[in-house]
């Protein structure tokens, strides 16, 4: 397996506030890599980086994702245009908020990325979305309106779509957020087993430390825009005595990681 993606000495400030700290991770292809932490350090802003919706500081290191430094892009450029554009088409995204189109059907929902990125045939389109819906779970629903589903239908649907235009990765800001422990972990068992049957990649961001431990992979945990200990295989992880990942998966009120 190659590393697909690698940060290197990532730092990210916003004015005088530096959000992220001297991040280095490697990812490897189509594996599962999990990015846990309290609300407020970062783990967003570093999503946000991977794909070039944000910029690291001046000298701020460099992100190689697919052979490409986003870090580096610039936007004047059109040759850089294209890197980024060839860049965020190798990823498919789900989001705590990343709700459906309420006013499209369910596989108009599916469509729109694939829509989105073009060069696609209508009868090609058309057989993508029966696929993505039915890996999900969800062949009949083509037809409804997202208002007609269940939360946990409407959760498969956004995960249909996150995969439609059959990405390398899938990126998961807190997808399990909001939701109820039955079903959140249904999504986990989702991502599993996409993962295991498409090869995709998923890189998720969480709180929960029982979907980190469901999800294996590789794991970093954030504190304060710093990873506390090297992002490394969950279980390593999961062992290690380092007292701010005993607090977090040990469910303790003090130690290193405070409440903001
Ligand atoms: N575009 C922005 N401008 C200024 N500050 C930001 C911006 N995005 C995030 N931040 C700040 O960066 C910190 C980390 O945010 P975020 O990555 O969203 O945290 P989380 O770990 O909860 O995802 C927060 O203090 C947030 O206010
Ligand atoms: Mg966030």
Known sequence: ???????????????????????????????????????GTGKSVLIRCLIGLLKPDADGGEIWVFGTNVAAIDESKRADRKKLYDVRKRFGMLFQDGALFDDMTVGENVAFPMRHHGGLRESEIQARVADKLARVGLKDAVNKMPSELSGGMRKRAAFARAIANEPSFVLCDEPSSGLDPVMAATLDELILEMHHELNIGFIVITHDTAEARMLGGRMGLLNKGELVVPFDATDKVLRSNHPAIRQFFDRQKSGPIQVV
């Open 1 to 39: 397996m190659s590393a697909a993606i690698e940060f290197r000495n990532v730092s990210k400030s916003f004015g005088d506030k530096q959000v992220l700290k001297n991040i280095s991770l490697t990812i490897d292809e189509g594996s599962i890599a999990v990015i846990l932490g309290p609300s």
